[in-house]
């Protein structure tokens, strides 16, 4: 255990975000020397697994019915509309695989990787001298289960991590492809106290990795490649700080959502502080708090004077998204609490920054016809609105022996932008919950048995109801009946980790 | 534009045949090699590099032959059409056909390989398996049970389509934890699949181990087929659960739950896990002799996806299918003398690998699938360090009834599409094993494809000579007997190269 502890201080000073976490999760989760020679120090870590994954329940939903016209006999004349999360997994609701029925609902059995894929991990290390150490490490994931459900599509070896780290007294430098700080503690939580040998939520059903409580409360903080410094720990507490490669926040932005914003010229900051104490002999607690920021851009020829005879110029329209993140776990006897939340612009529920149709909406501007002098509210996705994003979860186990049982649940909540009131082509999203729970068995240190469940309750607002008057949509100041979507998850698999 | 839409189907199909191909491949020389034992771990890598010189000439994609032309009459007049000089117009006397196959990348019809019908190809690819770096780590959970963790990166040395900048991928074809000790062994994960192992493992071990056999795909990207689509059924790889018994007087069982395949563009609905299973017999006699005999099976549910427009719907009889194979055979070694025999059958089951998603599996208006049955017989002679090998074998699939003899206002497919009707392979390899873990071989690989040829067929003329139609405008078709023709193309590969493997 004293060799473990180290290597686990060792991680929290490396600032190697997955490493801490996988030290964290369970003593056996360490890197294995392979060969020491000559000052060198080569090492391993990995896990494989795989699950059986059964899901049930309600598909993604089709937008409601628009509102009737005047012959309810014949289809109606009035618009209809998208319903947000449409353009895929990991954005909000879920959408089975082709998998749906004539009853648009879905039985789905998959065999699949968990919320980590198999990982083959390695690194190198070598003594600097004066006490510093450099650690380089690269690993690849990859997924067990087929794209699609597609036999032959090749398996693609994903290097979510490749790295240096310089450790030394003066703290950690980490410079590559890593975790970025926006999210940890929350995704921490996940792994540590939920789903670290689970899948959870399989948030794309065609490939994995799954979700476990992310999307549903839980913030995961992604990949990215960064330069980071983490500060010696001060009597458990721990500065981070660093800049990431810049993340566009682009999807095809239109009057159904989307935002155009794919100018990032800048490097992304960000920070955060963490305070590590331990509680008694066997307990422990943790605070964390996260930050980060991006200014983005896009940069579209518009018609600015709204005379089709004159040419469009370029016009850049500048927004910005941010972040905060946060949370505790403590660890006491056998119990193990923890809880997250994180609020921000343009972060999704997911990964911060990764835009999908839910990212933004439209933006509402007035506009005068330069003929007839009327001016009228048009919706207009080149200045999209970017909504803020909200989320919590908590998560609640007990560690007997072998075996840890434990529950959760948690909520993201999207944002409304000011044209939701008016823009009949779409359904925004609202909020989607996952409330979850868990078993796993330590066959041994390295092998761990799970099952776990998870219901996802996914809701929309509903799309403003609008009537075609002379030909023209215009709302009416109601909703149409908001769209509504619940699925369930079993899974069951086993895990084999070094 | 009826052949066009088809020609763009299969070719879109294809696309995805194009990496079925690589991807049916055997398991790799399972040589393990320690690389540091420490704490309880045992660290192994598995793996091998080579390359082939790989020489194809034969014929090209066959041609389809175009309808005759008849005078081009207006149904409302009763007279002859004419263009703006008054010369009288023609217009085809029966639909276009499409063959199956057309635009695939290992045929490269009409590409710039393609000279007067005929095909001289040369490159330099990787083989039947191709470039692994397979890590693996082990430990004992008692004193009798091991846990194994090991996963396969695996890639090929030549660039997709020729494309000196084309980006390598590596496909992580294996990655899984397995534990075995005296109550048999659990497998989880991905690995290569149970149904067709047999035939794959007579390819590997006395066949295309060593050697390439047929590039399947002549713009690369994958490994090659060796025997695979010509009387070999290829295992493929998948993630599942599989069991196997402890072998019991030489019996051993083997079953697995495998992730749904969907066919697609077919049958998108692949609700339940798929079982596969194996049970295999091996016993040696003698100092030299060995005998293997195993029987496979498979099956899957398959539904149609709610997303096919009604009109196609309206063509499809079946909601629900399943797909479904048996396969079995026997390996004999004695002395020098190594000999596999094997077969399958089923349904919906493909050339080259079962689930192989493209469409000989299916007729593409239908939805129905087709049986496939295939026959391999693959011999070698073991002198030392030098191995003789000869195989031989054949894959066909049957036609449906859709595919030969129904022609309505609905479908009419007999005459618009010629179907793959078997592939067959004959080959010849030595290997001659410089070192324990170097092997130089040449092979040589005979692949000859056969279709049914489309159905005779004529547009039905009335009194006056015009077009008759369906109530809906659409051509009405007669079939006549015979077909037009039922095309063949044959060729020939030399390969040769070298494998380090260890």
Not at chain 1, 245 to 267: E, I, K, M
Not at chain 1, 304 to 332: H, M
Not at chain 2, 108 to 124: A, I, S, Y
Not at chain 2, 266 to 285: H, N, V
């Amino acid at each position: 255990m004293a060799i473990v502890d180290s290597l686990k201080r060792r991680a929290a000073r490396v600032g190697s975000p997955l490493l801490a976490c996988f030290l964290w999760a369970h003593s056996a989760s360490a890197e294995v020397t392979l060969f020491e020679k000559n000052g060198w120090t080569f090492y391993t870590k990995g896990r494989v697994g795989a699950f059986v994954s059964v899901g049930f329940g309600d598909d993604f939903p089709e937008a409601t019915e628009p509102l009737p016209g005047a012959d309810p006999s014949m289809p109606s004349p009035n618009p209809t509309h998208f319903v947000a999360g449409y353009s895929g997994n990991g954005t909000f609701g879920w959408q089975s695989d082709y998998q749906r029925t004539t009853t648009g609902k879905f039985f789905t059995t998959r065999v699949r990787s968990g919320t980590i894929t198999n990982v083959l991990g390695f690194g190198l290390k070598k003594d600097l001298g004066g006490g510093a150490t450099a650690n380089g490490y690269i690993a690849i994931w990859a997924p067990i289960e087929s794209f699609g459900r597609d036999k032959w599509k090749p398996i693609d070896a994903d290097v979510r991590e490749g790295y240096v780290g310089i450790d030394g007294t003066f703290g950690t430098v980490t410079a590559g492809r890593m975790w970025p700080l926006l999210g940890r503690t929350s995704y921490e939580v996940d792994f540590l106290y939920g789903h670290g040998y689970g899948v959870g939520f399989p948030c794309v059903d065609a490939q994995g990795p799954t979700c476990g409580q992310v999307g549903l409360g839980a913030l995961h903080p992604g990949y990215a490649a960064g330069i980071l410094y983490t500060t010696p720990s001060f009597a458990g507490l721990r500065l981070s700080a660093g800049v990431f490669d810049p993340a566009r926040l682009l999807s095809a932005a239109s009057t159904h959502g989307g935002v155009p914003y794919q100018r990032v010229p800048f490097l992304r900051p960000e920070g955060s502080l963490t305070f590590d104490t331990p509680l008694g002999a066997t307990g422990k607690l943790k605070l964390g708090a996260e930050g980060a920021f991006q200014p983005v851009s896009a940069v579209q020829d518009e018609d600015t004077d709204q005379n089709p005879a004159t040419e469009a110029v370029p016009v850049e329209t500048s927004k910005s998204v941010w972040g905060v993140s946060g949370g505790f776990r403590v660890e006491l006897g056998p119990l193990r609490v923890g809880a997250a939340g994180f609020t921000g612009k343009g972060t999704g529920l997911y990964n911060p920054f990764v835009a999908s149709d839910v990212t933004g909406g439209p933006a509402i501007e007035q506009r005068t016809d330069p003929v007839t002098l009327l001016t009228t509210n048009v919706l207009e996705p080149a200045h999209a609105e970017i909504r803020s994003f909200s989320g919590f979860h908590a998560q609640l186990a007990g560690v007997f022996g072998s075996a840890e049982v434990g529950v959760g649940g948690g909520i993201g909540i999207v944002g409304r932008v000011p044209s939701d009131d008016q823009n009949y082509n779409l359904s925004p999203a609202k909020q989607q919950i996952g409330l979850g729970a868990h078993f796993n068995y330590h066959v041994t240190e390295n092998v761990v048995l799970g099952l776990d469940y998870m219901r996802l309750m996914a809701r929309w607002y509903g799309a403003p109801a609008a009537v075609l008057v002379n030909g023209q949509p215009v709302t009416n100041g109601q909703r149409l009946a908001a769209e509504k979507q619940d699925a369930n998850f079993i899974n069951a698999g086993v895990t084999y980790h070094w | 534009m009826r052949i066009d839409r088809n020609s763009r189907a299969l070719a879109a199909r294809f696309g995805r045949l194009l990496l079925a191909f690589g991807l049916l491949a055997a398991p790799s020389a399972r040589a393990e090699t320690p690389l540091a034992e420490v704490g309880g771990w045992t660290f192994f890598t598995d793996g091998r590099v080579g390359a082939f010189a790989s020489t194809g000439f034969g014929d090209g994609f066959p041609e389809a032959v175009p309808p005759p032309r008849i005078p081009d009459i207006d149904p409302a007049t009763g007279m002859a059409r004419t263009d703006a000089t008054g010369a009288p117009l023609t217009t085809d006397a029966r639909p276009g056909y499409s063959i199956y196959g057309d635009g695939a990348g290992w045929t490269v019809k009409g590409g710039p390989l393609e000279n007067n019908g005929k095909l001289f190809t040369m490159r330099v690819r990787s083989g039947f398996v191709g470039s692994i770096f397979g890590f693996g780590m082990k430990r004992n959970l008692t004193e009798t049970t091991t846990v194994k963790g090991y996963v396969g990166l695996w890639s090929v040395v030549e660039a997709t389509n020729r494309d000196k900048r084309a980006t390598y991928t590596t496909d992580v074809r294996q990655g899984y934890v397995s534990f075995d000790g005296p109550w048999g062994g659990i497998l989880a994960g991905r690995d290569l699949g149970l149904y067709g192992r047999l035939s794959t493992e007579t390819d590997f071990l006395y066949g295309h181990g060593y050697g390439l056999g047929l590039p399947c795909m002549d713009a690369g990207g994958n490994p090659t087929c060796g025997h695979v689509g010509t009387g070999v059924m290829g295992a493929g790889f998948g993630a599942a659960f599989v069991y196997s018994t402890p072998q019991l007087a030489g019996f051993q069982l083997k079953v697995g739950l495998y992730d749904p395949v969907r066919i697609l563009g077919g049958w998108d609905r692949a609700a339940l896990l798929r079982p596969e299973g194996q049970l295999a017999f091996e016993k040696k006699f003698g100092e030299t002799g060995f005998v293997k005999l195993a029987a496979e099976g498979i099956w899957q549910q398959l539904k149609l996806g709610t997303n096919i427009l009604p009109d196609e719907l309206a063509k499809i009889p079946d909601r629900e299918t399943s797909i479904w194979g048996v396969a079995g055979g026997g390996r004999f070694e004695y002395g020098p003398v190594r000999l596999g025999l094997s077969g399958f059958h089923g349904r919906g089951l493909g050339f080259f690998t079962a689930l192989q998603n493209d469409p000989s599996m299916f007729n593409l208006v239908t939805r129905e699938l087709r049986t496939f049955t295939g026959y391999y017989a693959q011999g070698a002679l073991v002198f030392g360090p030098v191995q003789l090998s000869l195989g031989a074998g054949t894959a066909s699939a049957a036609q449906l009834e859709t595919d030969k003899n129904v022609c309505n206002q609905t479908l009419c497919e007999p005459a618009r599409f010629s179907a793959l009707r078997r592939q067959t392979g004959l080959s010849g390899g030595v290997f001659y094993t410089v070192s324990k873990n170097l092997v130089i071989g040449l092979d040589y690989f005979r692949f000859m494809m056969g279709w049914y040829g489309a159905r005779n067929s004529h547009y039905r003329l009335n009194a006056a000579g015009a077009k008759t139609a369906y109530a809906d405008g659409s051509d009405i078709i007669d079939l006549d007997p015979g077909v037009i023709k039922a095309d063949e193309l044959d060729m020939n590969y030399v390969n040769a190269g070298v494998t380090f493997h260890w």
